[in-house]
């Protein structure tokens, strides 16, 4: 038992450090998230809790999705904010590099995956 305990606790620190989750380490997270445990007074109580768990799955980095979302909304808001503003002629393409400096090359960027051709 005590063994299982170690083993169990290398997973999630294993899982819990940024960078990709394999499909058998997913599953192993998925195996003790179907546990539970009682409580004295005959409570049961998930093992991991659905927010550990959300943590835990993230399959590439260190963010959720929602933290990603509101993470990359920053350039729409930026673009909203620029696009109020009146720049000279030296500064017309201000909102266009604002607005863009998250984009890449082979089109994994974001807001629009522009491609490098683009």
């Not at 509101?70 to 904010?81: F, L, P, S």
């Amino acid at each position: 038992m005590l063994e299982d305990a170690v083993q169990e606790r290398e997973l999630i620190d294993k899982v819990n450090e940024a960078g990709f989750l394999t499909d058998t380490l997913r599953d192993q997270v998925m195996e003790l998230t179907a546990r539970t445990y009682e409580e004295e007074d005959g409570t049961v109580q998930p093992w991991i809790t659905k927010e550990e768990r959300q943590q835990l799955l993230i399959k590439r980095g260190t963010l959720t999705e929602q933290e990603r979302q509101i993470m990359q909304d920053h350039v729409e808001m930026t673009r909203r904010m620029l696009e109020q503003m009146e720049f000279g002629e030296e500064y017309k393409e201000v909102v266009t590099y604002a607005i863009q400096h998250h984009e890449r090359l082979n089109g994994s960027g974001y807001p629009r995956g522009l491609r490098g051709d683009k």
